[in-house]
């Protein structure tokens, strides 16, 4: 716990998709009735495939090569497993502004604000969704986000490549968009150590309550 009062988990090793969304789920419950506090989960997943709710079939390359799962986050066509640091953001946004838009923005900054500090520029990109950087000559997508809110209680949340197998991306066209590439830490030869990545995440989330806070302030 840290002294925000939000719950810091990292679990080792790597945990069943179907485990996490019903983890999540209870807690984000619990969470509403006011009985579990706000948390902050740090994972990685066996390779698998998730589909948002605006998943398209036809972006669905192999569905034979990993097991595919129907996440009921927003978002098309994903891809989770080892070298991936998945964050699941569990907060109570009805203290928090009640702005869906800022909360993603900030959960943006976030990730943005992690990867300067680990030596990689990244940035948004307009009309294309995630987080996006420069490899060599190309933009490529470094970062995924996708959350859930259910009566003001988030769920999901981003997933950054710090070296998964990049050839696992192949089984599906990434977030709907195929001209563009993914790229990871280890690819741009950048920090890898996933203890010194979980320290810089847990460093800049105090960006996050502070867009969050200025947000409230408004609403």
């Known amino acids: 716990m840290d002294d925000t009062g939000i719950e810091w988990r990292i679990s080792p090793g790597l945990t069943p998709y179907p485990e996490a969304l019903a983890e999540m789920e209870a807690r984000a419950a619990a969470i ?6 706000e948390c902050i989960w740090l994972l990685e997943h066996p390779p698998l495939y998730t ?58 900054g976030w990730v943005i604000d992690s990867l300067a500090e680990l030596g990689v520029d990244a940035r ?42 990049l050839s696992h991306f192949d089984g599906i066209v990434p977030c709907g968009i195929a001209e563009y590439p993914v790229t990871s830490l280890e690819k741009l030869g950048a920090v890898t150590d996933m203890a010194k990545i979980d320290a810089t995440i847990k460093r800049n989330f105090s960006g996050v309550l502070k867009t969050l806070e200025s947000s409230a302030r408004a609403y």
């Open 124 to 165: 948004r990109a307009e009309g294309r969704i995630g987080i996006w950087t420069d490899d060599g000559d190309k933009e490529a997508k470094i970062g995924a986000i996708g959350v859930r809110i259910r009566k003001w209680i988030s769920f999901h949340g981003f997933a950054l490549n710090v070296a998964p197998d």
């Open 51 to 108: 589909a948002g709710t605006s998943a398209d079939p036809a972006e669905l390359l192999s569905a034979e090569r990993f097991p595919v799962y129907t996440a009921g986050r927003g978002g098309r066509y994903t891809y989770h497993g080892p070298g991936q640091r998945i964050v699941y953001v569990m907060l109570d946004l009805a203290k928090r502004g009640r702005d869906v838009r800022c909360f993603v923005h900030a959960l943006e």
């Open 32 to 37: 509403r009735r006011g009985e579990a506090n």
